[in-house]
């Protein structure tokens, strides 16, 4: 078959076209699942029993990671900055960079990438492996509404789970700095914990919590969106979960920049 | 009533259902045959509204099921019971909570409701004291009978059965057709059932519908059908390999 010119002209604005109504749809499917999943959370009845569970697959589990992660990250701040403080001769205000760094960015931050990576992408698996075998569709023609046993209890915990990581994250962290700063490089403790608690504010805190609670939401959003949207067989779960591994970590990234450019 | 009017759906560029009619009579139980890959699956999943024709309705006692959406198509599913063909049975509860779980949850049941009854659907398809044991412990075909007690287990109107003996050994195939046969003369619920047991299926079917190549080509009594002057039909469920095999 042959085409009149023109259409061969035309062929890659409508390839163009194309690919950019299927980007928007794609959009639009992501944002009507998180309503549809927000309607599921708010309203009852609510799924008790499997918003502990999530807790417990979210949060409790990765507690170890948590711990470990905000250690090290504490202990390297802890030295990085005081070799770089000492050159100014202000090795006094350690607590408050250390504090100030990890309660303002690298707690969120950080805490969320480690859940991410944790358990998100279990999340996007276990979700992705339910619809492959039909057990969502199971769900579905019992009536009852799979947002509100699968992905709510899950955006839900997430609220929940992520400030406490990160709080956890945070006093971890301050104490590996604790631990490097004072009993290794040999900064008074009352230096360490007095100038901390002059130079950090209520507002450092605050920022730190809605950044949690915000990362909370993203992170369980992406990773129920992508294991219920899952391709077909072992490997479209595979490629689902690297994806909801991603762009979770994309997301966070980008939305802790936005985030923190708006409220300061 | 299941009312099937000109159902047509395409996967893609493959045509798998071409104008496809049939009539479900209330409180009959029909079985639908035809060659494997022939859409037999595809046909039932828009039956209980799990995909969207191109083209065509189901309509279930009226209701037109293909237009539903959100609660209006949750009450006519409050009616299903569906055994899909994997079974489709929740891997992260025991066998005795999948059976449990439509009776709390749909059904909003007590407890000692919902025991009774949990002990009674697993004992009929053979399977008491295995309600203790995850899905993925539990051979094949003991999975199959766990899926079918969790849709017969809350006395559905309409049930849905999509080869739920495909695989069993043939004594059970046998005591399964009796507890659909036996619960159907209980409890008088329309089936519409996808099966492959040629002959068995003759005994408990009202009526029997061949799918091939998208639509229904024959629909009668057992006995019309296994009499069938249609090559294809005479073909199917004698089992012989000819040039059906290239359709
Ligand atoms: N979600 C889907 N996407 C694309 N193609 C599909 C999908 N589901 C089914 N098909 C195609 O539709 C055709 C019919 O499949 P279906 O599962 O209905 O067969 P069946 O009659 O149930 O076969 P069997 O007896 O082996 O179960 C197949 O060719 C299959 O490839
Ligand atoms: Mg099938």
Not at chain 1, 138 to 147: G, I, S
Not at chain 2, 65 to 79: H, K, N, Q, S, Y
């Amino acid at each position: 078959m042959t085409e009149p010119p023109l259409a061969l002209a035309l062929r890659p604005l409508d390839a163009l076209g194309r690919s950019a109504l299927s980007i928007v749809d794609a959009l639009g499917r992501f944002g009507t699942f998180l309503i549809q999943a927000l309607a599921a959370t708010l309203t009852p009845p609510f799924k008790i029993r499997a918003f502990v569970d999530r807790i417990n697959f979210i949060g409790y589990r990765s507690l170890l990671i948590i711990l470990l992660t905000g250690a090290f990250t504490g202990m390297v701040l802890g030295l990085q900055i005081y070799i770089t403080l000492s050159r100014f001769g202000s090795e006094a205000f350690l607590g408050p960079a250390v504090a100030l760094s990890i309660i303002r960015e690298l707690g969120p931050v950080l805490a969320a990438l480690m859940v991410t990576g944790r358990a998100g992408s279990a999340l996007t698996a276990e979700i992705g492996i339910m619809r492959i075998t039909e057990q969502i569709d199971a769900l579905t023609v019992m009536a009852l509404n799979p947002m509100r046993y699968l992905v709510a209890p899950s955006i839900l915990a997430g609220v929940v789970t992520f400030p406490l990581m990160t709080a956890l994250f945070d006093v971890i962290g301050i104490f590996g700095g604790y631990l490097v700063g004072v009993e290794l490089l040999g900064l008074s403790q009352g230096t360490y914990f007095g100038e901390m608690k002059t130079f950090v504010d209520l507002d450092d805190i605050m920022l730190g919590f809605w950044k949690s609670i915000s990362f909370g939401i993203i992170v369980t959003w992406v990773c129920t969106y992508k294991g219920f949207h899952v391709g077909h067989g072992a490997e479209g779960v595979a490629r689902a979960t690297t994806q909801a591994v991603v762009m979770s970590s994309v997301l966070i990234l980008v939305w802790d920049y936005f985030f923190g450019s708006v409220w300061r | 009533m299941i009312t099937v009017e000109g159902l047509t759906k395409s996967f893609g560029r493959q045509p798998v259902l071409r104008q496809l009619d049939l009539e479900v009579p209330t409180g009959s139980v029909t079985v639908i045959i035809g060659r494997s890959g022939g859409g037999k699956s595809v046909f039932l999943k828009h039956l209980v509204g799990l995909l969207h024709p191109d083209a065509g309705r189901v309509l279930v006692d009226g209701a037109e099921i293909t237009r539903l959406r959100g609660r209006a198509l949750d009450a006519v599913r409050r009616r299903y019971g569906v055994v899909f063909q994997g079974g489709a049975l929740f891997d992260s509860m025991t066998c005795w909570d999948n059976v449990a779980f439509p009776l709390r949850e749909k059904l909003r049941l007590r407890r000692a409701e919902v025991g009774k009854r949990v002990e009674t659907a697993l004992a009929q398809v053979g399977l008491e004291g295995v309600g203790g044991k995850n899905p993925a412990e539990i051979s094949g075909g003991m999975r199959k009978r766990v899926a079918i007690a969790r849709a017969l287990v809350t006395e559905p109107e309409i049930v849905f059965f999509d080869e739920p003996t495909t695989g069993l050994d043939p004594i059970l195939v046998n005591t399964i057709h009796r507890l659909i046969q036996g619960l159907h003369r209980k409890l008088g619920f329309t089936a519409v059932m996808v099966s492959h047991e040629i002959p068995e299926i003759f005994e408990i079917a009202d009526t029997v519908a061949m799918l091939h190549e998208g639509r229904i080509v024959e629909v009668g009594t057992p006995a019309a059908i296994q009499a069938s002057a249609n090559p294809v039909v005479r073909q199917f469920i004698r089992g012989e390999p000819g040039n059906a095999e290239g359709h």
